[in-house]
Protein backbone atom coordinates (compact mmCIF):
# COMPACT_ATOMS: atom_id res chain seq x y z
CA UNK A 1 0.00 0.00 0.00
CA UNK A 2 1.60 3.16 -0.87
CA UNK A 3 -0.07 6.77 0.46
CA UNK A 4 -0.32 9.41 -2.28
CA UNK A 5 -2.20 12.58 -2.56
CA UNK A 6 -5.82 13.61 -4.48
CA UNK A 7 -5.50 16.68 -6.76
CA UNK A 8 -7.85 18.11 -4.15
CA UNK A 9 -5.62 17.36 -1.57
CA UNK A 10 -7.40 14.20 0.08
CA UNK A 11 -4.95 11.71 0.79
CA UNK A 12 -5.34 8.18 -0.38
CA UNK A 13 -3.68 4.87 0.29
CA UNK A 14 -3.59 2.62 -2.68
CA UNK A 15 -2.91 -1.04 -3.88
CA UNK A 16 -0.07 -0.99 -5.87
CA UNK A 17 -0.80 -4.34 -7.24
CA UNK A 18 -4.15 -3.05 -8.83
CA UNK A 19 -1.74 -0.48 -10.92
CA UNK A 20 -1.91 -1.58 -14.25
CA UNK A 21 -0.35 2.18 -15.85
CA UNK A 22 0.69 5.58 -15.10
CA UNK A 23 0.43 8.57 -17.56
CA UNK A 24 1.77 12.16 -17.06
CA UNK A 25 -1.03 14.51 -18.92
CA UNK A 26 0.53 16.72 -17.24
CA UNK A 27 -1.74 15.44 -14.18
CA UNK A 28 -0.52 12.03 -12.64
CA UNK A 29 -3.20 9.55 -13.98
CA UNK A 30 -2.75 5.97 -12.57
CA UNK A 31 -5.17 3.57 -14.59
CA UNK A 32 -5.96 0.87 -12.14
CA UNK A 33 -6.87 -2.91 -13.27
CA UNK A 34 -10.42 -2.25 -11.39
CA UNK A 35 -11.25 -0.14 -14.83
CA UNK A 36 -10.76 2.77 -11.89
CA UNK A 37 -8.97 6.26 -12.83
CA UNK A 38 -6.82 8.02 -10.15
CA UNK A 39 -5.48 11.44 -10.33
CA UNK A 40 -2.98 12.36 -8.16
CA UNK A 41 -0.26 14.89 -7.60
CA UNK A 42 2.81 13.11 -7.23
CA UNK A 43 4.85 12.47 -10.52
CA UNK A 44 4.70 9.31 -12.00
CA UNK A 45 8.13 8.66 -11.11
CA UNK A 46 7.45 9.84 -7.18
CA UNK A 47 4.61 7.07 -7.50
CA UNK A 48 7.15 4.35 -8.80
CA UNK A 49 9.62 5.66 -6.26
CA UNK A 50 7.25 4.89 -3.28
CA UNK A 51 6.16 1.32 -4.90
CA UNK A 52 9.95 0.43 -4.99
CA UNK A 53 10.41 1.48 -1.70
CA UNK A 54 6.65 -0.05 -0.35
CA UNK A 55 7.96 -3.96 -1.34
CA UNK A 56 11.62 -3.50 -0.34
CA UNK A 57 10.08 -2.58 3.02
CA UNK A 58 8.02 -5.90 2.85
CA UNK A 59 10.99 -8.04 1.10
CA UNK A 60 8.65 -8.54 -2.24
CA UNK A 61 10.54 -10.74 -3.77
CA UNK A 62 9.63 -9.16 -6.99
CA UNK A 63 10.83 -5.64 -5.50
CA UNK A 64 12.55 -3.86 -8.31
CA UNK A 65 16.70 -3.07 -7.64
CA UNK A 66 18.75 -0.31 -9.21
CA UNK A 67 22.16 -1.39 -10.41
CA UNK A 68 24.95 0.02 -9.13
CA UNK A 69 25.04 2.36 -12.32
CA UNK A 70 22.01 3.78 -11.33
CA UNK A 71 19.85 1.95 -14.60
CA UNK A 72 16.40 0.80 -13.63
CA UNK A 73 16.50 -3.23 -13.29
CA UNK A 74 13.67 -5.55 -13.22
CA UNK A 75 12.72 -7.70 -10.83
CA UNK A 76 15.10 -10.49 -9.78
CA UNK A 77 18.11 -8.32 -10.95
CA UNK A 78 21.02 -8.45 -8.06
CA UNK A 79 22.27 -5.44 -6.77
Do not use: C, W, Y
Request: negative net charge.
Amino acid sequence: MIRLTRLNHVAVVLNSDLIEHIEETPDTVIMLTTGQILRVRETADQVVDRIVEFRRKIGSPGALREPRDGAAAGPGVPE
